[in-house]
């Protein structure tokens, strides 16, 4: 499990990570662990955006 640095931007997190897998066609259980992998990444750092890096490439835009 990660550790919880600051709770800020998880649920806006889970929505986008939910959202987005349902744009990409996931089954509504994957589109949830999709949800909860961008929530798990925001939580382990300290502000709501923290946990994603700019300028980046399209790939590294969708949480693991």
């Not at 744009?23 to 955006?49: F, K, M, Q, T, W």
Request: glycine share 16%; proline share 3%.
């Amino acid at each position: 499990a990660a550790a919880v640095v600051d709770t800020t931007g998880a649920g806006d997190a889970f929505a986008a990570g939910l959202a987005a897998g349902l744009l990409h066609a996931e089954a509504l259980p994957d589109a949830c662990r999709s949800g909860n992998a961008a929530a798990r990444r925001v939580i382990s750092a300290l502000g709501a955006i923290a946990g994603w890096g700019y300028g980046s490439s399209g790939a590294d835009a969708r949480p693991e």
